[in-house]
C-alpha cells in the first residue's frame, strides 16, 4: 500500500511529466529537395497560362506535434534558379525588368500564424520578400501524411508531407513591367513537399544529403 508520502512523490513525478511533454519543443524537419516542387503560373496576354518552377531553395519546418498552430516555417529561394523550360524566357526573368537576381539573389518567406481548419488543412500566414519588400502572404495548406518512408534505404525517416497554394500580385512587391498583357499581375503560387527529421541513423537517407 503506498503511503501519503508515495503518493505525494507519484504525484509530484506524473505533473513532471505531463509538463514536460506540453512544453516539449518543435521538432526540426528540412525540406527534402528530392520530393519537391515550387511553383508559379500566370496568365499571358489571356490565352493559356504560363508555368514555372524554382530549382534551388531550402526550408526548415518546425512542427509542434502537441499544439500544431504552435509550428513556423521558413523557406528561401535562389531567385536565379527560376525554370520555365525556356531559356531566352529565362534569362529574361533573371534581369531587372522582373527578378533582378544580381542585387536580390533570393526571396524568401518567414511564417507569423498558423491557424488549423481541421486536423489535415490550415492557413499559413507569413512574411514574404521580394525584390527586398516584405508584405503579408497568407496560403492555403493541406497536411497530406505524417509516417515513417517505407524505402529502406531512408532508414526509416519520419516524413510528412504538404501541399500549400496561394496568389500575390507581382505588382505589390516593385514587378511593375509588362503588367496586364502580356503578363498577368495576380501569380498563383503552389508548393508540394516533404519535409524530413534529419536525425540519429537516418540522417543517412539520401533527402538528408541532396
Not at 506535434?65 to 533573371?94: C, F, Q, Y
Not at 511564417?111 to 514574404?128: H, L, N, P, V, Y
Not at 497530406?144 to 500549400?164: E, L, M, S
Amino acid at each position: 500500500m503506498m503511503t501519503t508520502k508515495s503518493l505525494l512523490a507519484s504525484g509530484i513525478l506524473c505533473a513532471g511529466l505531463t509538463a514536460t511533454q506540453a512544453t516539449a519543443e518543435p521538432i526540426k524537419f528540412e525540406i527534402d529537395r528530392t520530393h519537391s516542387h515550387i511553383g508559379f503560373d500566370v496568365h499571358h496576354f489571356g490565352y493559356s497560362r504560363t508555368i514555372g518552377r524554382f530549382n534551388d531553395y531550402a526550408g526548415i519546418i518546425m512542427i509542434d506535434d502537441k499544439n500544431p498552430e504552435g509550428s513556423s516555417a521558413e523557406v528561401t529561394i535562389k531567385t536565379a534558379s527560376v525554370d520555365t523550360n525556356h531559356k531566352k524566357r529565362d534569362d529574361h526573368l533573371r534581369n531587372e525588368d522582373f527578378f533582378n537576381v544580381t542585387k536580390f539573389p533570393t526571396m524568401t518567406f518567414k511564417s507569423t500564424a498558423i491557424k488549423m481548419m481541421d486536423e489535415k488543412r490550415g492557413q499559413i500566414t507569413g512574411q514574404f520578400t521580394m525584390l527586398g519588400v516584405t508584405k503579408p502572404v497568407t496560403l492555403n495548406f493541406q497536411w497530406t501524411k505524417d509516417a515513417p518512408f517505407p524505402n529502406p534505404a531512408y532508414f526509416g525517416i519520419r516524413t510528412v508531407g504538404f501541399q500549400a497554394e496561394g496568389k500575390i500580385k507581382r505588382t505589390d512587391f516593385g514587378m511593375n513591367s509588362f503588367v496586364g498583357d502580356p503578363i498577368g499581375d495576380e501569380v498563383s503560387l503552389s508548393l508540394y513537399f516533404d519535409a524530413i527529421h534529419c536525425t540519429g541513423e537516418a540522417a543517412k537517407a539520401p533527402a538528408c544529403s541532396y
